[in-house]
């Protein structure tokens, strides 16, 4: 026996989906669906980690990060799309997660730090435990590949190691109760059965870290406060093209290899938002546009941008007049997603020893 190949990732339901999350993550998830089984979440147990947002807004947020799924080609027959707060295995694996890792660990977290800010006393606790609850996200399912962008790196280093505190600590209980699978890569740190997979991030391509338009060194994220900063996926035509238009540049021309974008972020970043848009390599968009000038290549950008996002910004525009096929989508993709992820559950509460008197 082995773990059976099982992709799972996620989009918090917090303000608008931008280029970010449609290049580095949801459009990189549309492939996956033919090459394993898939599991997209929209996880709105993390969305309420840095505030409480407004409960209507929630709501809407939700069925908007859908209807993006939907519209960028994640199949709702293919795989399973629901909201993480309708399968309790999330919240119930997250806090034995909780008492898996350890406080330093936590703190190590960059994101934490940053979203935390100076007044980390003041965070809630929520937001300190966030990646226990995103490896619980993804054990709960036994996933075996993630796919997302650069900033989740280190929350899924830390699922590694939960996974491996786990597999280690109850190596005993995983041999005796017979639930284990031979380790597929054995090594001197691990039992030779895991009950958890060590799960492989899938971080690849031309855009794993977008940069914000106004500043080339900064994340494209949903919380600048400057809205020029980011294409979000319910812009119009002439908002992506204004903003592409007035995105921050250096005066020289583009060079005609990657290595000549060393040090110029916002160029590098432009180049990258293009080749993955075109689904070409950077070298490929420079052997095209080396020597070219800015005021020649931000319009074939601007093109390329408009073409690829309005159909599905028309198609999330339709949804929005149909909340109901989107909760019925939601809801047959919560029953999948709880009947995988039970079985995985009561296998751990045997393990751990909870008495089981049901
Ligand atoms: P979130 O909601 O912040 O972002 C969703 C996805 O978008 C990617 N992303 C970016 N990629 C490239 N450039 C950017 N500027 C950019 N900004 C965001 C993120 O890497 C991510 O893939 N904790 C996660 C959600 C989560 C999750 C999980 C993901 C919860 N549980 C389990 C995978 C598996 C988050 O807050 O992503």
């Given amino acids: 026996m082995t773990f059976r190949s099982r992709a799972f990732s996620g989009v918090q339901p917090t303000g608008n989906l931008h280029l970010g999350n449609y290049l580095g993550a949801v459009s990189r998830w549309v492939p996956v669906q033919d090459q394993m089984e898939t599991i997209f ?4 147990l993390h969305a309420i980690t840095a505030s409480f947002p407004d409960p209507g807004e929630l709501q809407a947020a939700t069925r908007e990060v859908t209807a993006a799924y939907i519209a960028a080609g994640i199949d709702p027959k293919k795989s399973i799309i629901f909201n993480q707060s309708q399968v309790p295995a999330h919240s119930e694996l997250a806090w034995i997660f909780n008492c898996v890792a350890r406080i330093g660990w936590m703190n190590r977290m960059t994101q934490f730090k940053d979203k935390a800010g100076k007044n980390r006393e003041n965070a809630s606790l929520g937001l300190l435990a966030y990646p226990s609850l995103m490896a619980a996200d993804i054990l709960a399912y036994k996933a075996t590949h993630v796919p997302v962008g650069d900033d989740q790196k280190q929350h899924l280093e830390l699922t590694r190691d939960i996974a491996a505190k786990f597999n280690n600590d109850f190596a005993a209980q995983v041999k005796e109760l017979g639930v284990g699978v031979p380790n597929p890569t054995p090594s001197p740190e691990l039992p030779e059965e895991l009950f958890f997979p060590m799960t492989e991030p899938m971080i690849a391509g031309p855009a794993t870290r977008i940069m914000s338009l106004r500043d080339g060194t900064k994340k494209m994220s949903k919380s600048d406060p400057s809205d020029l900063s980011r294409i979000n996926l319910i812009d119009d035509e002439d908002t992506i093209s204004k903003k592409i238009r007035k995105a921050k540049t250096d005066p020289e021309a583009l060079p005609s290899e990657v290595d000549g974008l060393a040090g110029r972020p916002e160029a590098g970043n432009l180049v990258g938002i293009y080749a993955a848009l075109a689904e070409k390599t950077k070298d490929e968009v420079l052997q095209e546009f080396g020597g070219r000038q800015f005021s020649e290549f931000k319009p ?4 390329l941008a408009v073409a690829k996002l309005t159909p599905m910004t028309s198609e999330m525009r339709r949804y929005k007049e149909e ?8 809801k047959d993709g919560a ?5 995988i992820a039970e079985p995985i559950l009561k296998d751990v509460r045997k393990i751990i020893g909870f008495l089981d008197v049901r």
């Fill in 323 to 330: 909340p109901a096929e989107i909760d019925s989508i939601l």
């Fill in 41 to 44: 979440c929209v996880v709105d």
């Fill in 300 to 303: 074939a950008l601007a093109d």
């Fill in 335 to 339: 029953e999948r997603a709880a009947a």
